[in-house]
């Protein structure tokens, strides 16, 4: 409990947008969640709340549209770009430290732990409490290895796998390549030795990156993991919410990764940071309903925009498509 005030104690509003960030200091006991296992939302939720919140109930459930896409500075720095889309947010921004394993950066939207507009996580001493759990919750993030991850929503890939192996949820799945994978091919190796688990009725794949400048997309396919890597040659790797593997390409978002892999191959994926921002705000999505040949209006927000430095470990952060206003965040000085 000690570490834990310690770790509230950092908790800031930075942005009115809102943008929260937090300094994780206490043990988040990775090893006990990964011994525990679990197969369903509310098994992962009710292990966060006995290890972290005292029997405090929460969920955790992520959901959203979204887009990423690599690219490199013409001085061959590495950047991985992300759009969060969805029909709310509350943008947390949480630094770690753990003893066993790598420093990071990681955004995880608090709605998707149960805070909205009329629940506030900055009302009450409990409210902020419940933060606590947002370090199971990141959607996208970067550690001092230079090794980027982040996970799209991708309909037809609802996966339960059984095969023995420790049993992981989307979000913990993220913070477990945060903490312990320090390049594309451990992050690939740790997926091949867990079994993965969709939260919610969706599905999702992830989008991994490090710092050399190997890239992956991570898809399930009738519940078999199947990998598609950059190739050396490749002018455009990007993702949005259709699956990459397979013949049909069935999903959404194709308007946006067509705006995203045009200027990509335009630009053989050579973009400023400054350029790299600019194509997340030319991919937003800005609340307007869309419609795509077999697929539901859907009616999602950006709710932030950032760009991981892979080589600098530096995060610019834009919120609610507010590109005028950038954070700035320097893995280093964590």
Avoid at 128 to 154: C, H, I, Q, W
Avoid at 235 to 253: A, D, P, Q, V, Y
Wanted: net charge neutral.
């Amino acid at each position: 409990m000690k570490n834990a005030i310690k770790t509230l104690r950092t908790f800031k509003k930075v942005s009115e947008s809102p943008l929260y960030t937090m300094d994780y200091t206490a043990d988040y006991q990775l090893y006990r969640l990964l011994e525990m296992g679990a197969r369903t939302d509310s098994e992962f939720a009710n292990n966060v709340c006995r290890i972290l919140l005292n029997g405090l109930p929460v969920k955790v459930k992520p959901e959203g549209a979204c887009s990423t896409f690599v690219a490199s500075t013409q001085d061959n720095q590495k950047l991985f770009a992300r759009n969060f889309d969805y029909k709310s947010g509350m943008a947390m921004l949480i630094r770690t430290t753990p003893k066993q394993g790598y420093r990071s950066i990681a955004l995880s939207n608090l709605g998707h732990i149960g805070f909205d507009y009329n629940h506030l996580p900055e009302k009450s001493f409990l409210s902020r409490f419940r933060t606590l759990a947002s370090v199971y919750s990141p959607l996208d993030g970067m550690n001092e290895k230079g090794l980027a991850v982040a996970v799209n929503t991708a309909v037809e890939q609802i996966v339960h796998q059984s095969t023995g192996k420790t049993p992981v949820m989307t979000t913990l799945a993220i913070r477990l390549l945060l903490d312990r994978a320090s390049d594309v091919e451990e992050a690939l190796d740790i997926l091949r030795n867990i079994d993965m688990n969709s939260s919610g009725k969706i599905g999702y794949h992830f989008h991994v990156a490090d710092r050399s400048g190997d890239s992956a997309i991570i898809e399930y396919i009738n519940n078999e993991m199947v990998v598609i890597r950059k190739k050396p040659e490749s002018r455009s790797f990007c993702l949005t919410n259709f699956t990459i593997s397979t013949k049909e390409k069935n999903g959404t978002g194709k308007e946006r990764y067509e705006i995203i892999d045009r200027r990509l191959y335009e630009k053989s994926s050579i973009l400023s940071e400054k350029d790299a921002m600019t194509l997340l705000s030319e991919a937003q999505m800005d609340g307007h309903k869309y419609y795509e040949p077999g697929h539901m209006y859907y009616d999602s927000i950006t709710q932030w925009s950032v760009i991981y430095n892979l080589s600098k470990c530096t995060a610019a952060v834009t919120i609610k498509s507010d590109f005028e206003k950038i954070y700035n965040f320097d893995l280093k000085e964590n």
